[in-house]
């Protein structure tokens, strides 16, 4: 198998491992039903499965840096599938807390360690490209993982999913073994050098506008599919097919983000996929019961909150561009947290208002990140004017 071959089937099984990340989003009204908790407690599990990714991943990592990569990918999938065959297997919602700890954590530490082991089988020059084929693997998951669970689920027991997860992490086990080389673990990132950056102020900032963008983004994507059946009235095969429009509409999305980017640079690509992201989810709140106008709707809520994640990457890594890989790490931790923090707050809100306000409420926390990111573009234009009429009175 030549090199190019095996980076690709790193891309697939991160496809894997991400796909397990949000899967359950599209079968939270079963999970509910049949563990016999409600809706918003269920999406609790998304909460879970994002704090422990976020906290966990850094942790292990640390722990693990010096481990022979080979080795850390295989463990990391056996804990992958053991996690996976625990929620098949044993049944309650304790159990599905302690399977979403376990299958989070593990895949975090596979996404990681692969992006490591891609640059390094990736010839002279060709690291980037590598990484990227792995990102846009793991990214693919989370946008059609949902869709995928919706429909398998719709045909069999939705338990089934997290055997047929655990089964195939066995079988991407036999194939790391079998295709990729040993190489050496790596000199750990000191966490005082990730700290300071963090203590920078427009750093900072532009965390929080991932953190904004991504909870505001999550408050209504965990509980798509109730809001689907009972907002909208759609059937199960009307789910399942808005589903599909939505994955299909969120990779586009992703691809004209980026290719917006190249052409007219970050702030008008970032802050125009904000406003049109926070006029969307104010759309689907007024989208009523008719199929023909939910799927343009979903689908352009899809488009343009993907726009921004390839932008929000570039952005960040231009911040401090001698440290890209510490910032694509910062960056993805504060993506699950708040993922974990939409989740918990669509769960309140559920809770304590309705089901139906959650696009409000969403609609909100993006047009937050909308105006955050915004001033910090006016400021850092601000600050350039100031610099180069001070050069030119010198």
Do not use: C
Request: charged fraction near 10%; avoid cysteine; hydrophobic fraction near 55%.
């Amino acid at each position: 198998m030549s090199n190019a071959w095996k980076i690709y089937m790193l891309a697939i099984i991160s496809f894997l491992v991400g796909t397990s990340e949000y899967i359950i989003a599209g079968i939270l009204d079963k999970v509910a039903s049949d563990v016999g908790v409600s809706v918003s407690a269920a999406g609790q599990l998304i909460t879970i499965f994002s704090l422990a990714y976020a906290f966990g991943t850094p942790v292990v990592m640390a722990l693990t840096a010096r481990m022979e990569r080979r080795r850390l990918l295989l463990y990391s999938l056996a804990v992958f599938a053991l996690g996976n065959f625990v929620a098949f297997a044993l049944p309650g919602y304790g159990f599905l807390i302690v399977s979403r700890i376990a299958v989070a954590v593990s895949a975090g530490v596979f996404f990681v360690a692969s992006l490591t082991v891609a640059s390094k089988l990736a010839p002279a020059g060709k690291q980037g490209s590598a990484i990227a084929t792995l990102i846009t693997g793991f990214s693919a998951a989370l946008i059609v993982g949902v869709p995928l669970g919706r429909v398998f689920a719709s045909a069999y027991d939705w338990l089934l999913i997290f055997g047929a997860l655990g089964i195939l992490g066995l079988l991407s086990m036999l194939l790391i073994l079998s295709s990729i080389p040993q190489s050496d673990g790596e000199k750990p990132v000191p966490l005082r050098e990730q700290i300071a950056l963090i203590k920078q102020p427009k750093i900072a900032i532009g965390l929080t506008v991932s953190f904004l963008w991504v909870g505001g983004y999550s408050v209504a994507y965990t509980y798509i599919s109730p809001y689907l059946l009972s907002v909208n009235k759609l059937t199960e095969q009307g789910v399942s097919a808005a589903l599909f429009a939505f994955g299909i509409a969120s990779l586009i999305g992703s691809k004209i983000g980026g290719y917006s980017t190249d052409r007219w640079g970050v702030p008008r690509t970032l802050a125009s996929g904000l406003l049109f992201h926070t006029i969307a989810l104010l759309l689907l709140s007024l989208a009523g019961t008719s199929p023909v106008i939910v799927f343009p709707v979903l689908m352009l809520w899809a488009f343009t909150a993907w726009t921004t994640g390839p932008t929000q990457q570039l952005n960040l890594m231009s911040l401090a561009p001698q440290a890209s890989g510490i910032m694509l790490s910062l960056n993805s931790s504060v993506l699950q947290l708040g993922m974990a923090a939409g989740a918990g707050l669509g769960g309140v809100i559920i809770q304590q208002v309705s089901l139906a306000s959650i696009s409000w409420v969403a609609a909100i926390v993006v047009i937050l990140a909308g105006a955050l990111a915004v001033s910090t573009f006016g400021i850092s234009s601000s600050s350039r004017s100031r610099q180069e009429g001070i050069r030119s009175g010198n």
